[in-house]
C-alpha cells in the first residue's frame, strides 16, 4: 500500500489536504489503541509531507533570481523594519495558539491539535523558524506535561534531537526536562498516560508530582518518592499510572497490604492491563500466598502464553507448593522459547535431581 492508500486520498501537493486526511485517520488508528496502525498511518504523512516540501523547494529553486548587491534606500531600511516587527508578531501569535492549545487539557493531549499547530505558516518561514524554535524550547521546558506521541511530534518538527547530539552538555543545561524526555530517557519518562485524568484546576501540579515521582522511583529515592506519590494522590486518587506507581513503590518498601490496595484499585479502572495482574501475583508471592499468585498467572498465560515472567514466578510458586511436575512444565516452558534462559536450566535440573533423588 502507497502513502496515499494509506492515507485515503489521491496524490497531491496540497498539504493542507494531507494534514486534514491524516486527522480524519488518527481516529482510526489512535497510537495508544493501535500504535502499529498508527506508525504505518505517521510514516505515510511524513512521506508525504516530504514529497511537497522536495516539489516547492525544486520548485522556488528553479524560479530563484541571481543574487545582487544593492545600497538599500531609507524606504527600503523602513520595509525591512517593518518586516521584522510583522515576523515578531507572527511568532507571537503562534505561541498564543501553543498556550491556548496547553491551557484547554482536552486540546491538550490530542495529537491533531499539536499537528495544526505544526502546519501553521510560521513553521515553513525560513526566516523565523529560529526564532519559533527558541520560545517553543522556552514554553515547553516550563510545560512539559504532554503525552509521548506529542513529544515525538515537537521532536520531529523542532529537531531537538540533533540539537543535543550536537552539543548536549549545552542543551541538558538550559533545557533538562526536554533533553530528559527526547534523548537521555525518553521511553520511560513518557510512558505516563494522559486519557484517565480528568480536567481539574490543579491538573498541572498532579502532573508534576506524578513526574517528579516517577523520577524518584526510577533513582530509588524512596524519600522524595513517597512524597510526591502522596501529594498527587491528593489531588486525584483514580488515575491508573499513579496507582501503579505506588503499588510498586509499596512492594519495593515490603508494605504489602498497601501495595494490593492500589493495584486493586487499578485493575478495577483498567482491568485489560496484564501487567497489573503480574504485579498482584508478585504480591501474593512475597506474601506466600501461592495459590491466590498462580490464579492471576495463570490469568496473564491465558491471555499470552508466551509471558515469561509470568512463567518464572508460577513455576516459583509451584516449587514452593511442592507441586513438582507443574512448576517442571513451567521451566519447561520457558525453554521452549528462550533455550538460553540459565534461571530455567538450574531450576529444571534442581526438578529432576529431585526426582532421582525420590527413586
Avoid at 495508544?32 to 529553486?61: F, S, T
Avoid at 504489602?256 to 478495577?268: D, H, K, T, V
Amino acid at each position: 500500500m502507497d502513502i496515499w492508500d494509506q492515507l485515503g486520498i489521491n496524490p497531491t501537493e496540497d498539504s493542507s489536504v494531507i494534514k486534514k486526511a491524516y486527522v480524519q485517520k488518527l481516529k482510526q488508528h489512535h497510537p495508544e489503541e493501535d500504535p502499529e496502525g498508527y506508525q504505518k498511518l505517521r510514516e505515510a504523512y511524513d512521506r508525504a509531507i516530504m514529497v511537497v516540501k522536495r516539489k516547492r523547494q525544486a520548485m522556488n529553486h528553479s524560479t530563484r533570481e541571481e543574487d545582487v548587491v544593492f545600497l538599500p534606500s531609507l524606504r527600503s531600511l523602513h520595509a525591512i523594519s517593518h518586516q521584522r516587527t510583522n515576523q515578531e508578531e507572527l511568532v507571537e501569535v503562534f505561541m498564543e495558539k501553543v498556550h491556548e492549545v496547553y491551557q484547554d487539557y482536552a486540546s491538550r493531549i490530542e495529537p491533531a491539535s499539536w499537528l495544526n499547530l505544526l502546519q501553521e505558516d510560521v513553521m515553513w518561514n525560513i526566516r523565523l523558524q529560529k526564532a519559533v524554535r527558541e520560545q517553543m524550547s522556552v514554553y515547553i521546558e516550563q510545560h512539559p506535561y504532554l503525552p509521548r506521541e506529542v513529544w515525538r511530534m515537537l521532536n520531529d518538527g523542532f529537531h531537538w534531537t540533533d540539537t543535543i547530539r550536537n552539543d548536549a552538555d549545552s542543551f541538558a543545561k538550559r533545557f533538562p526536562t526536554i533533553f530528559l524526555h527526547v534523548f537521555a530517557d525518553p521511553h520511560y519518562i513518557s510512558s505516563l498516560r494522559y486519557t484517565y485524568i480528568e480536567e481539574f484546576a490543579e491538573v498541572d501540579a498532579f502532573l508534576e508530582y506524578r513526574l517528579k515521582a516517577l523520577i524518584a522511583l526510577k533513582e530509588n529515592n524512596m524519600q522524595l518518592t513517597e512524597a510526591m506519590l502522596t501529594k498527587a494522590h491528593t489531588l486525584f486518587a483514580d488515575d491508573p499510572d499513579l496507582l501503579r506507581l505506588r503499588g510498586e513503590f509499596y512492594l519495593r518498601q515490603s508494605s504489602f497490604p498497601e501495595a494490593l490496595e492500589a493495584i486493586e484499585r487499578c485493575i478495577r479502572i483498567v482491568p485489560n492491563e496484564l501487567d497489573l495482574y503480574m504485579y498482584r501475583a508478585r504480591i501474593h508471592f512475597e506474601k506466600e500466598l501461592f495459590t491466590k499468585a498462580i490464579l492471576d498467572l495463570q490469568h496473564i498465560l491465558s491471555l499470552d502464553p508466551e509471558h515469561l515472567d509470568a512463567l518464572s514466578l508460577a513455576g516459583k510458586c509451584y516449587r514452593r507448593l511442592r507441586e513438582q511436575e507443574q512448576a517442571k512444565e513451567m521451566y519447561q516452558r520457558i525453554i521452549h522459547i528462550q533455550p538460553l534462559d540459565i534461571e530455567a536450566v538450574i531450576q529444571l535440573a534442581e526438578l529432576e535431581a529431585k526426582r532421582v533423588n525420590i527413586r
